[in-house]
């Protein structure tokens, strides 16, 4: 259920209740590459070209009147990971299921148990689950442990599917942690059986509510889950 925004004490934030360019570089604590984009439109965004001058013009032309732009981040996949055994298996990545609020391109802080809050002048760069799905095809390509990967739809005939549910993925402002809990089943789709299935958790300390501090906690989170999904997953196609 939408209620009116409403900004909380110290996160800045539009309240939701739990039953719902400039182009930056930085180097996080692990040595990482995150990227601040700022725009308007909700979706991915070019870095270059036309779609660039549109964004900042856009940008440009809501701050003459008034309003603020809203700042854009985006995950990113690990680029070195070692399984700890290569498989020679094929494998579907399905986009991961979500519900309100995660299933949107907002980033959301959980205020109090069962209230949930969207940051406000903050977004991904594109709807969460199909980011996270995006996020763990790439990580299992760096990886280089199965034969093959890919979406729904790309015409790759393999054996076993991955469904993901995104619990949670935000930051909590009581205790401070960007919390990102990950349920995975791997499917025998001839069988329509379950191969294997595990929850992942994983809890970093977070700098603050704000948005790029947000972002960067949750993407160190994501690290760690798409490690940890990455091994578990190759010894088990």
């Known amino acids: 259920e939408k209620l009116k925004d409403s900004s909380l004490t110290g996160a800045g934030v539009s309240r939701y209740r739990s039953n719902g360019l400039s182009r930056r570089s930085n180097k996080n604590s692990s040595g990482r590459t995150w990227y601040a984009m700022s725009g308007l439109l ?9 779609k660039f001058a549109f964004v900042l013009s856009a940008s440009l032309l809501l701050a003459a009147c008034g309003g603020s732009a ?13 399984a700890r055994r290569a ?4 494998l579907i990545v399905m986009e991961p299921v979500a519900t309100a609020p995660y299933n949107s391109d907002r980033l959301v802080v ?16 594109d709807q969460l689950p199909v980011l ?4 763990i095809v790439q990580t299992f390509e760096n990886s280089g442990s199965l034969r093959a990967v890919a979406r729904p739809g790309e015409k790759l005939v393999a054996p076993v599917s991955l469904n993901t549910e995104i ?3 935000d930051i909590d402002v009581k205790t401070g942690q960007a919390v990102i809990e990950l349920s995975a089943k791997l499917i025998n789709d001839s069988a ?6 595990r929850i992942f958790t994983v809890q970093v300390p977070a700098a603050s509510t704000q948005g790029g501090a947000a972002a960067r906690s949750l993407d160190q989170a994501l690290d760690q889950i798409l490690r940890a999904l990455i091994i578990w997953s190759v010894q088990r196609v």
């Open 42 to 50: 909700h979706g991915p965004f070019a870095v270059s070209g036309f």
């Open 70 to 82: 809203v700042e854009t981040f985006n995950l990113t996949a690990p680029e070195e990971i070692s």
């Open 87 to 90: 498989g020679r298996g094929q």
């Open 110 to 125: 959980t205020t109090t148990p069962g209230s949930v809050a969207y940051l406000k002048g903050a977004q991904w760069s």
């Open 132 to 135: 996270l799905q995006t996020r």
């Open 167 to 169: 619990r949670r993925f």
């Open 192 to 197: 329509g059986s379950v191969r294997a299935a």
